[in-house]
């Protein structure tokens, strides 16, 4: 086994089959130790496997480890997830511009069926249109050159194709506190044609968008920082991984993958959400900013 390729571009896939070899493992009653010194392989390698962290696993490795945990008839299943380890995806090419963290969200986004996003100051990335993008990037890093910038901005717009794509687009549910709506992080022209934006996008089947106004005060006693749920198909050939929440914050970044704090998230996320306006009314307030945007 090897752990050489990139990180970020399988990063489903291989939590999908670490999961599975894990829960296999366990049904049959082997400690980690037990079922890494019977497969003669290091402990922290069977580790690293479990918690999809390898670059490649041998066909041979996975199919002793189907015989030892008696899941031979899963081996075709498990193989077909491992296959998808050596795909090379679009943003390969754009990993020195973006934190390793952020790698591992893309490659979760790129892979789940719905995303929903609390937004509390800024226009979600899959929404932003290139000149908020470029507002935004601008002044990220001192040392950006002008060619960083506009990859940077590719690749955001670049990752908006989820949602619009022919085949099974992302189901996309965001809250935006009324916030979002007036943090002018750009000129007034990008704001009005940002928020006409939001409203079209708005319309799509998949898209749901909903503002929550100054007036619901904190309608779950929570502060509405930040996060996405990530939810991933559970049909077909694929296993299906659980929930994943992602949050930013000034200093780092992190993945809740605890059943108790996705649950806990998303009851707030839910709550939050009823409290928010419809989606009929926060596409009209969306309108109505962009008309005052371009007075």
Not at 161 to 184: K, N, Y
Not at 219 to 228: D, E, F
Request: aromatic letters at 8%.
């Amino acid at each position: 086994m090897s752990n050489t390729d990139d990180p970020i571009s399988t990063t489903l896939p291989r939590r999908e089959l670490g999961r599975a070899l894990r829960e296999a493992r366990e049904a049959a009653g082997y400690t980690l130790e037990r079922a890494a010194a019977l497969m003669e392989m290091g402990k922290a390698s069977l580790g690293r496997l479990e918690r999809g962290e390898l670059g490649r696993v041998k066909t041979l490795y996975l199919e002793a480890l189907c015989k030892l945990y008696g899941i031979e008839d899963r081996f075709g299943d498990l193989k077909a997830i491992a296959d998808d380890f050596g795909s090379k995806l679009w943003w390969h090419s754009t990993r020195n511009l973006l934190a390793p963290v952020f790698r591992t969200y893309i490659g979760l986004e790129a892979g789940a069926e719905k995303l929903s996003i609390l937004q509390s100051l800024l226009v979600p990335g899959l929404l932003q249109v290139a000149d908020y993008v470029r507002a935004m990037e601008e002044p990220y890093f001192d040392t950006d050159t002008a060619e960083d910038v506009d990859q940077r901005v590719q690749l955001r717009l670049r990752r908006s194709a989820i949602l619009t794509r022919s085949r099974q687009p992302v189901q996309l549910d965001v809250v935006l506190t009324e916030t979002v709506l007036w943090t002018a992080v750009a000129p007034k022209d990008t704001m009005g044609l940002q928020m006409r934006h939001l409203a079209d996008m708005s319309t799509r089947e998949n898209v749901r968008i909903r503002i929550l106004p100054f007036s619901s005060g904190l309608p779950v006693k929570a502060v509405p920082t930040p996060y996405t749920i990530m939810d991933f198909p559970r049909t077909g050939a694929k296993l299906g991984e659980p929930s994943v929440v992602y949050a930013e914050s000034n200093i780092g970044s992190m993945f809740y993958q605890d059943e108790r704090d996705v649950r806990r998230l998303r009851e707030i996320y839910g709550g939050i959400w009823n409290a928010a306006l419809d989606e009929g009314k926060s596409r009209e307030m969306l309108r109505n900013a962009a008309r005052r945007y371009f007075q």
